[in-house]
């Protein structure tokens, strides 16, 4: 499930603090945080009695209350109003959410006789070119630098982790499928939709 981290919200005209907010993050890029306008994600110092913390040039300043002008109600712009979602949107995030899962478990490793062996997209083509260099006939072992250690690897030994690669690497797309199929089938109900979570499906 994505995470969220804590920003700090700023007034779009003073650039007051006016508390905490909350970025997601990215369901596509795991690490990458949402951060919503008007926020930052650097915290605000503490704010004694009769004084305000303002945001401007990217860092927060400190001001008498009184000297800080307050705008009058006819400048003050009303609240944006939230964006509406239509179902298909929430189904193609639910979407999203489960390919980036499933891309974390492809490319989280696997273990073959004891060795774990990576399986990120880089590890796999080199799998692939390794095989392809054995099977010409260019060498006959190869030294592999698993995640836990270093393997000495026969052609015949070499075959038997390109297909454990790849019987993984296809059933994480065959259970990403059939719970895409799923999703297609979940009615449009934003709440029903948002409620998918493909950690806990993914195991179902």
Known sequence: MASTKTVYAYSSITGQY?????????????????????????????????????????????????????????SVPPPPQAPTREPWQAREQALARLAAYRFIIETGGIEVGGAEIKTDLESQAKIAGALQSMESGFVDSIEWKAANGWLTITLDQLKGIARAVAQHVQACYARERVLAEQVAALPDDLDTLDAFDPAAAWGE
């Not at 890029?29 to 004084?51: K, M, Q, R, W």
């Not at 860092?59 to 009058?72: D, F, G, M, T, Y």
């Open 18 to 74: 006016l508390g905490p907010d909350v970025a997601d993050e990215s369901p596509l890029e795991p690490g990458v945080f949402h951060i919503p306008a008007y926020s930052t994600e650097l915290p605000p110092p503490p704010i004694p009695d009769g004084y305000v913390a303002l945001f401007a040039l990217n860092r927060w300043v400190l001001k008498k209350e009184s000297e800080v002008p307050q705008p009058s109600n006819e």
